[in-house]
Nanobody, 117 residues
Framework: QAQLVESGGGLVQPGGSLRLSCTAS????????AGWYRQVPGKQREMVAE???????NYADSVKGRFTISRDNRANIIYLQMNSLKPEDTAAYYC???????????WGQGTQVTVSA
């Protein structure tokens, strides 16, 4: 399975922006689909954005118009551009990818995003 490392999290004021990166490594593979998810303590992990192999991206209603998921297929990196951040976006953000080398998705360790004045 691919090994994933997320980066780009941190503390940002409301209305600010962050760009998360998820770098996949560990052999030769093709990323088929990928997604970003988030979780706050005591709550279930929720989907934020997904980018399929083909077709349209998918976003949670709460982030539509503010977040953008994209991918660099050559570098095996998945990005999440987050604009107009709100305190309710505070969470640990995880990326997941499905490759052509494994039947199950690989998950990263997460990166913390805190939106606070």
């Amino acid at each position: 399975q691919a090994q994933l490392v997320e980066s780009g999290g941190g503390l940002v004021q409301p209305g600010g922006s962050l760009r998360l990166s998820c770098t996949a490594s560990g052999g030769s593979f093709t990323i088929l689909s990928a997604g970003w998810y988030r979780q706050v303590p005591g709550k279930q992990r929720e989907m934020v954005a997904e980018i399929p192999t083909f077709g349209n991206t998918n976003y949670a209603d709460s982030v539509k118009g503010r977040f953008t998921i994209s991918r660099d297929n050559r570098a095996n990196i998945i990005y999440l551009q987050m604009n107009s951040l709100k305190p309710e976006d505070t969470a640990a953000y995880y990326c997941a990818v499905l490759t052509d080398r494994a039947p199950n998705a690989s998950w990263g360790q997460g990166t913390q995003v805190t939106v606070s004045a």
